[in-house]
């Protein structure tokens, strides 16, 4: 499962719908905040967070779960509209996306990232 976090519900869904048309399972949330909730609950495979958010920031969720033992190691997606370029390169984030971003682009990035899964069975190939 990917989480999807962006305070901009209309870009959290559009991605949503473009991992969702390759197979991928979804989940969107509006917030840091909302995230480490699903975090805790539902313990996603992938995060793509937005780096400019509202309380706090994609920046400050991902050094908070590489602070953490039980999500150290989780493949992180930064994206941001905001950012000229990069930021803490490889130290809280595994790949920087600069939005717009093409889908193919995303879909390279998840799949880089994320272990070949027969998504129709769930076996790890």
């Known amino acids: 499962m990917i989480l999807i976090v962006d305070d901009s519900s209309d870009l959290a869904e559009n991605c949503a719908m473009m991992l969702e048309a390759c197979g991928y399972e979804v989940t969107v949330a509006l917030s840091a ?40 190691d989780f493949p992180i997606i930064l994206m941001s509209s905001a950012l000229k370029r990069e930021v803490a390169v490889g130290e809280c984030y595994d790949a920087f996306m600069r939005k717009p971003f093409l889908a193919e682009k995303l879909i390279a990035e998840v799949k880089r990232l994320l272990p070949s899964t027969d998504r129709t069975s769930g076996v790890t190939h």
């Open 33 to 72: 905040e909302a995230a480490l909730c699903e975090i805790n609950m539902q313990h996603p495979d992938l995060l793509i967070s937005d780096c400019c958010m509202p309380g706090m920031s994609g920046i400050e969720l991902c050094s908070h779960l590489r602070s953490c033992r039980s999500t150290a």
